[in-house]
């Protein structure tokens, strides 16, 4: 290797070394911040459109799941 190569080499780590440690700060900075925010969520809201979706979804599946037991023990009565 020729001396320039090996001096850019030499010096790459250090570089990628100091990268990597501002990196790691700025996702614990991050991941501390997100904690934060999430602890100031109040779980006592009044549900919102999607929740009212979601709750219509589950009771039709409820009525689709009892629908089909009785289909079944009625199918099984005639065999």
């Known amino acids: 290797m020729n001396s320039n190569t090996s001096v850019v080499v030499d010096g790459g780590l250090q ?8 990196l790691g ?3 614990f ?3 501390k911040s997100m ?3 999430i602890k100031k969520i109040n779980i ?3 549900p ?3 929740d009212e979706r979601i709750a219509e979804d589950e ?11 009785e289909e079944r023990d ?3 009565q005639r065999a």
Do not use: C, K, S, Y
């Open 15 to 22: 570089i990628v070394g100091i990268i990597v440690l501002v």
């Open 44 to 46: 006592d809201l009044p």
């Open 74 to 76: 009625e199918d099984e």
């Open 29 to 31: 900075l991050l991941w």
């Open 59 to 69: 009771h039709f599946t409820e009525e689709a799941v009892v629908r089909g037991e």
């Open 35 to 37: 904690n934060r925010q």
């Open 48 to 50: 919102g459109p999607q």
């Open 25 to 27: 700060i700025v996702v």
